[in-house]
């Protein structure tokens, strides 16, 4: 049974560090492809974006624009202040929102997918491509609270009021942009590729219940070790 432990223990390591050396190589270049393809895979953001505001406030919110990787949000909020060089014309407020703050996660997924050992190839594709989307849908949640911030916080009085009148308060904002800008960015993605790759983990860790469970090795004491070996 010692032996056994042993033999299990050197094979976790050994698809550890061979994990290890494969993430280091893989994260940088998941992150270059991410951020030199960020046009295009903002794309959903933007249409998703868009349908979420135009059937929830159809009178505040016209349409969203994709400038490169920046995404414009047209409202049809019309501040009273008037602004230099305005004179009489009424122009609405505009709000510009990053998708890419909360876009890394696809990176990251690409990068721990890719340094599975082992992992076929068809289902690395199909882990990469689910995961984008779940990705997509944190960015999407995000970018709406970024700008919901803005409005909220930083248009002025006029354009804070229409934002309160949705029912949306600012403890709410307040505790959704903190979630969508520092916890759900950087915990989905990892949280995703754990439950993904269950069978892996479980594995290198011992917790595979078709494997025998190196705690419960380990919790035998050195006399009942000793009386089983004899």
Known sequence: MSD???????????????MLISAILYLPISFFVWFYASALLVIPVKYLLQAVLTLWQP??????TQHQYLLSIETLIFPSETFAGQGDKLAVLDVSVNPMLYGYGVAVISGLVLSVPGLKWTKVIFQIVLGYFVVVLVQTFGSFWEMMKHLMLEAGPDVSHAILETGISPNIMALMYQLSYLIFPAV?????????NNVFIGEITGLDKKQARNFNKKAVSDKKQTEEDK
Request: hydrophobic share 45%.
């Open 4 to 18: 056994s432990v042993e033999n299990n223990e050197k094979y976790s390591k050994t698809v550890i560090k061979e």
């Open 188 to 196: 989905i993605p990892v949280a995703y590729w754990i439950i993904m």
């Open 59 to 64: 009178e505040l919110f016209n349409a969203v």
